[in-house]
């Protein structure tokens, strides 16, 4: 069963507007959240993190939000840039047990 | 500095066939995973190192899937008798010590087994 869902596959926004990327999880023991993100043939890149006693990060244009009690977080980056266009992971971690869940991914295309 | 490489970046096996994918790690990173992403899927977590000692293989689909890393830097995962749903994208990623410190992944080496 899938613990980390990405319920959209991809997602398209103007340039310069906000971009919204949701994630839900299952397990409530999760504790520490990622977002990633991965360009064609290259590996996942780390964007932004959250530790499950906050419910805000931010980071430049990038903020992850926390919603503990509907186990739900999203990435939001504003404004969106070109450069923004990649496929981006939203992934989970239990209790330092050192292996990441990851979702399915959202394929994120920003529009001139 | 550099970061994590793999190689092969592309392998293609025929059924039956024994492959060796290779890993070599950030410098000085006493932490290395391996994943597997399956295609239009999530990276799924295979097995884990802290130096040479492997601390977690949980993820490793079968007993044809075995993983090194003698020396506590390079490593290898061996996929021994590839079948056809051992076609993947291999990650590896390493962490400076583990915890909650960043994996920083490789660009993966793409398996397809025909």
């Known amino acids: 069963d899938q613990q980390v869902k990405q319920n959209s596959p991809s997602l398209s926004v103007q340039e310069g507007r906000i971009s919204i990327l949701n994630c839900d999880y299952t397990n409530s023991m999760f504790d520490y959240f990622l977002w990633y993100k991965k360009y064609p043939a290259e590996g996942p890149t780390f964007l932004i993190s959250i530790s499950s006693i906050k419910d805000k990060n931010e980071d430049g244009r990038f903020t992850v939000f926390l919603n503990k009690s509907a186990k739900h977080l999203s990435l939001h980056i504003v404004p969106s840039q070109p450069g923004d266009s990649a496929v981006y992971f939203c992934?989970?971690?239990?209790?330092?047990?050192?292996?990441?869940?990851f979702g399915q991914g959202t394929r994120l295309t920003i529009n001139p | 500095g550099a970061g994590v490489s793999q190689s092969p970046r592309y392998k293609v096996a025929k059924r039956g066939q024994d492959v060796a994918l290779r890993c070599d790690p950030i410098s000085g990173h006493v932490s290395l995973f391996w994943y597997q992403q399956a295609l239009g899927q999530g990276p799924e977590f295979l097995t884990y190192f802290q130096n040479e000692a492997q601390l977690d293989k949980s993820g490793l689909p079968s007993d044809r899937f075995f993983a090194e890393r003698p020396e506590g830097s390079v490593s290898t995962l061996k996929i021994q008798r590839t079948q056809q749903e051992d076609s993947a994208v291999y990650l590896c990623?390493?962490?400076?010590?583990?915890?909650?410190?960043?994996?920083?992944f490789g660009p993966g080496t793409r398996l397809t087994v025909l």
């Open positions: 990623a390493s962490s400076l010590a583990g915890g909650r410190d960043t994996q920083y």
């Open positions: 992934a989970a971690d239990l209790q330092g047990a050192q292996k990441l869940v």
